[in-house]
Structure formats: structure tokens, C-alpha cells
């Protein structure tokens, strides 16, 4: 399945953190999402062979990266209050024309004081 | 700008009561539609995964439908039991491979 870590991570406001992602094994495509409490996911990117080929109304900050070896990480640059939010990744695999299910990790849960 | 609702925001039946979780999307140019389950502050669970091209499908109790034409999706749950308490959301991939999801609908089953 999907795995993420860290479970839990608590930051200040203007830090950097990085979060990380284990696709399902095969998998080519990952997606990230933001999880405001009540609140449907907001996708933020889309990786797909390595490279950005999606993106949400998220600005610069937000940035990623793909790895060959099913690993992911999400990385936010000077934390803001309202990034405070359950981390969502999601894999799937893709293919030309066919856009398969996507599979999601249980989360991360940021806070940011 | 695609733009997902659903409706309503919170249902609470009877146990055994048939249901219809109703989903609503403005631009039909879209890959598929996959509904999902998450329990309190957990993870999506997928449940079913429509294809553009595909009208419905069906897991267990579970019968998802797809009308591109009208932007319209429903799930339709059978016999309801306390455990299909959860938050149901859907979730459109479209245009710029941006999956767009919607509030999703909470869902309470009394026993």
C-alpha cells in the first residue's frame, strides 16, 4: 500500500518541512493533496514519471519531488498559520489515454504554530 | 474551473435504510470519477472508480452511476449498517490531470 511519514510533525511559522511518500509498488504517478479540517482534499500537484505534469492554486512554495525507486516527498517552504492541514499522497498508474485509481497513504498531520 | 458539490452535507438514516449520496460537477471534460470513504481523521479509502466512458459500477452494496452529459454522479448504498459511518467524498480527474474533489457528505447510521 501507500505509506507516508512522518505520522504527526509540528513546525513554526516561517520553517521548512519535508514530507515524504512510499508509492505502491509500480506505481508511475503520485498526487499530493491538502486536507483542511472539514474539508474536501485540495490537490496540490501531480508527479508523473519524475516530472510535475498537474497543479492545484498553489503557489511556488509548494514544491516536489519524484524518485525511480516509489518515493516521494512533499516540501513546503516558510510555513504559514493556515498550512496547518492532513497531508494527503495518492498513486496510481498511469498510462497514455488511461488514468487509473489512485491509492491513498493515511496521512501526515500538520501543525504550525 | 471545475467545480465539485455535493449534496447533502450530512445524512443520518436507520440501519437496513437504502441511500443515494449525490455528487455534482460543472465541466464534463473529465478522465473519471472515483468515490471515496474516510473515517475521522484518516486516509481515503477508494470504493469505486468510473471511467469517462462507463455509465455505472458496482462493489458489494455498492452501485455507483456517471452521467457525463448532465454533470451528475450518485452512490447508491444498500442495507445500510453502523459501520458505513464515514464521510463520503467524490472526486473528479479532468483537465490538466487536476482531481478536484468535492466536501464530501457525513454519513451517520443508527443502530
Known amino acids: 500500500g501507500v505509506t507516508q511519514s512522518p505520522t504527526h510533525l509540528i513546525k513554526t511559522r516561517g520553517q521548512q518541512v519535508t514530507l515524504r511518500c512510499s508509492s505502491q509498488s509500480g506505481h508511475n504517478t503520485v498526487s499530493w493533496y491538502q486536507q483542511a479540517l472539514g474539508q474536501g482534499p485540495q490537490f496540490i500537484f501531480q508527479?508523473?514519471?519524475?516530472?510535475?505534469?498537474g497543479r492545484g492554486n498553489f503557489p511556488p512554495r509548494f514544491s516536489g519531488l519524484q524518485f525511480p525507486n516509489d518515493s516521494s516527498e512533499l516540501n513546503v517552504n516558510a510555513l504559514e498559520l493556515d498550512d496547518s492541514a492532513l497531508y494527503l499522497c495518492a498513486s496510481s498508474t498511469d498510462s497514455g489515454g488511461a488514468i487509473h485509481e489512485q491509492f491513498f497513504g493515511p496521512g501526515t498531520r500538520l501543525t504550525v504554530l | 474551473k471545475q467545480e465539485v458539490t455535493q449534496i447533502p452535507a450530512a445524512l443520518s438514516v436507520p440501519e437496513g435504510e437504502n441511500l443515494v449520496l449525490n455528487c455534482s460537477f460543472t465541466d464534463s471534460a473529465i478522465y473519471n470519477l472515483q468515490w471515496f470513504r474516510q473515517d475521522p481523521g484518516k486516509g481515503l479509502t477508494s470504493l469505486l472508480l468510473i471511467q469517462s466512458s462507463q455509465r455505472e459500477q458496482t462493489s458489494g452494496r455498492l452501485n455507483a452511476s456517471l452521467d457525463k452529459s448532465s454533470g451528475r454522479s450518485t452512490l447508491y448504498i444498500a442495507a445500510s449498517q453502523p459501520g458505513d459511518s464515514a464521510t463520503y467524498l467524490c472526486?473528479?480527474?479532468?483537465?490538466?490531470?487536476?482531481?478536484?474533489f468535492g466536501a464530501g457528505t457525513r454519513l451517520f447510521v443508527k443502530a
Open positions: 508527479y508523473y514519471r519524475e516530472e510535475e505534469n
Open positions: 472526486a473528479v480527474k479532468g483537465g490538466g490531470f487536476k482531481t478536484i
